[in-house]
T-cell receptor, first 114, second 112 residues
């Protein structure tokens, strides 16, 4: 079956702009989580959406936001980009419902802010 | 903060077993141990998880000590493609949904 698909894979923006990243989860998965990975901070949890509602939130400023659609696809948006937002943004989906919860990650969207 | 402690790096000879340790001395009775790995610039990949008993799948084996305060991931016959950063994560199974707390992991280098 198809994996987690993230688009775009690479993008370059300038400071002050905004960006929208997209994630299509594995069919049947209702949970979508977003992570930021930088060399300095490692992998950090941004937020999670489940059935179109934000279920968990990490410690990031309000410039980082997301949403989930009825088909479970998710988008995240970063407004007023800063140089420090340059990172690999990863999306993960999971079935979420009982017992251990295994996440499947996409290949990521690499954002460069100039 | 991550609840686990891992060595920052390890080397392993190709074809030999790679044994990656993880300490999780504050683990609670309902918390699972998960292992993921990340090959350079790719998304993390799930390897295995366990609660109390040792587990084995097609990728690896997970050995959890009786007191559950530490565990070891075993790659029985390491190949060059197993070179990656390996993350040990402790969390309650489904209670926190998609939230994983990653530490710094162990960078495993498999050498010919």
């Amino acid at each position: 079956k198809a994996g987690v698909t993230q688009t775009p894979r690479y993008l370059i923006k300038t400071r002050g702009q905004q960006v929208t990243l997209s994630c299509s989860p594995i069919s049947g998965h209702r949970s979508v989580s977003w992570y930021q990975q930088t060399p300095g901070q490692g992998l950090q949890f941004l937020f999670e959406y489940f059935s179109e509602t934000q279920r968990n939130k990490g410690n990031f400023p309000g410039r980082f936001s997301g949403r989930q659609f009825s088909n479970s696809r998710s988008e995240m948006n970063v407004s007023t980009l800063e140089l420090g937002d340059s990172a690999l943004y990863l999306c993960a989906s999971s079935f979420s419902g009982s017992g251990a919860n295994v996440l499947t990650f996409g290949a990521g969207s690499r954002l460069t802010v100039l | 903060d991550a609840k686990t402690t891992q060595p920052p790096s390890m080397d392993c000879a190709e074809g030999r077993a790679a044994n990656l340790p993880c300490n999780h001395s504050t683990i609670s009775g309902n918390e699972y141990v998960y292992w993921y790995r990340q090959i350079h610039s790719q998304g993390p990949q799930y390897i295995i998880h366990g609660l109390k008993n040792n587990e084995t799948n097609e990728m690896a084996s997970l050995i959890i000590t009786e007191d559950r305060k530490s565990s070891t991931l075993i790659l029985p016959h390491a190949t060059l493609r197993d070179t990656a950063v390996y993350y040990c994560i402790v969390r309650v199974g489904d209670n926190q949904g998609g939230k994983l707390i990653f530490g710094q992991g162990t960078e495993l280098s498999v050498k010919p």
